[in-house]
């Protein structure tokens, strides 16, 4: 028999968030592991709101919705709050009730910027990658960088010193550096092309060192863009991280870490470079037999690729590939608390699969 097509009129409902979402959906293993990592932050949390005053949104909230906005490509703050209104499982997730009022996108904002510094995306970052250990090669690993186009535009690469240059539309012919121009809307960016043949571009510099094993990330940092940003950015992940951990390890990279600062620092720290030889760099290459011999080496060029999904996934399912903020504070901790999201999905995928 055919049923009615009425429009419901009931105003309650007897059926929990919690029994809506189904039991084996990806959101339940990372709602719990990220209820871990928030428990154990919580001292960091109250050290940074007065013990008087009115109540703020609770941070734990705001890093579950910043979350969301991570995994679902959410382009703007928004969409998000729209998505919040309506959607139960965003809802679960987030910890709001369904008679809970959403944040306007202006307070979702403010007080986001007050709570995401670098500090808190960082100590959120190492919490997720001490989680990850289990999984992790403790021996050899990768580094690389990529480009993150900042958000703003070729004409507000204006002069430091003078007169603008008109609107900023017609710069064909005229010799613009970062030494004599700067952005106007976006002061940190730089005009930086990563090959010789590419577009030179309004650009930050995302830098990742991964593991060999899962290609899980274990360090992350946003820099200016120059063209020893990337040398620089290893080093100080590598010094940072082992500076307290005497004990033999490899790096990967490519050809672009083929110099010989960058090869002598590594072997300091007692990390063995696999750099892959740049023979056409002049004076050679800075890596010889005494690595190339070895297996080994080998071994870490073919891995040395593991990296590129993590900045794929980045770049396309984050949208670090052209970064909504502005100011290399708010990328860097952007560009950390998404590599932690990133660890976070192939952390759970990860126990899902391992007895």
Not at 30 to 59: H, K, Q
Not at 119 to 141: L, T
């Amino acid at each position: 028999m055919r049923g009615d097509d009425q429009r419901p009129e009931s105003m309650f409902s007897y059926v929990s968030a919690e029994e809506r979402i189904p039991a084996d959906h990806p959101l339940r293993a990372i709602r719990t592991l990220v209820d871990e990592i928030l428990r154990e932050l919580s001292r960091d949390f109250s050290e940074l709101y007065a013990a008087t005053g009115r109540p703020s949104v609770p941070p734990e909230r705001l890093l579950r919705a910043q979350l969301l906005q991570i995994f679902y490509s959410i382009r703007s703050e928004r969409l998000l709050m729209e998505q919040l209104q309506y959607n139960i499982l965003f809802r679960w997730f987030v910890g709001l009730s369904m008679d809970d009022a959403v944040w306007t996108p202006t307070v979702f904002t403010k007080n986001r910027d007050r709570l995401l510094n670098d500090a808190i995306a960082g100590r959120f970052f190492a919490r997720v990658v001490a989680k990850a250990q289990p999984y992790m090669s403790d021996e050899h690993f990768t580094v690389d960088g990529t480009l993150i186009e900042a958000w703003a535009s070729q004409k507000s690469f204006q002069p430091k010193d003078g007169p603008p240059d008109g609107d900023g539309r017609n710069f064909h012919g005229q010799t613009r550096t970062n030494d004599t121009h700067a952005s106007t809307t976006d002061p940190d960016a730089k005009l930086y092309r990563k090959t010789s043949n590419g577009e030179a571009r309004l650009s930050y510099l995302g830098h990742l060192l991964i593991e060999n094993r899962h290609g899980l990330i274990v360090d992350a940092m946003a820099t200016e863009a120059d063209g020893t940003a990337e040398r620089d950015a290893a080093m100080l992940m590598l010094h940072r991280r082992w500076r307290r951990r005497p004990r033999r390890r490899t790096v990967g990279a490519d050809k672009a870490y083929d110099t010989h600062g960058f090869v002598e620092v590594v072997r300091a720290l007692e990390v063995t470079p696999h750099v892959a030889q740049n023979l056409k760099r002049r004076g050679g290459s800075a890596i010889d037999a005494r690595t190339t011999r070895h297996e080994g080496y080998a071994q870490s060029l073919h891995a040395r690729p593991r990296v590129e999904p993590a900045f794929g996934w980045l770049k396309t399912v984050a949208w670090i590939r052209k970064v909504k903020l502005r100011g290399l504070a708010k990328v860097e901790w952007l560009f950390r608390f998404a590599s932690a999201a990133f660890n976070l999905r192939r952390l759970v995928t990860l126990r899902a699969v391992t007895p």
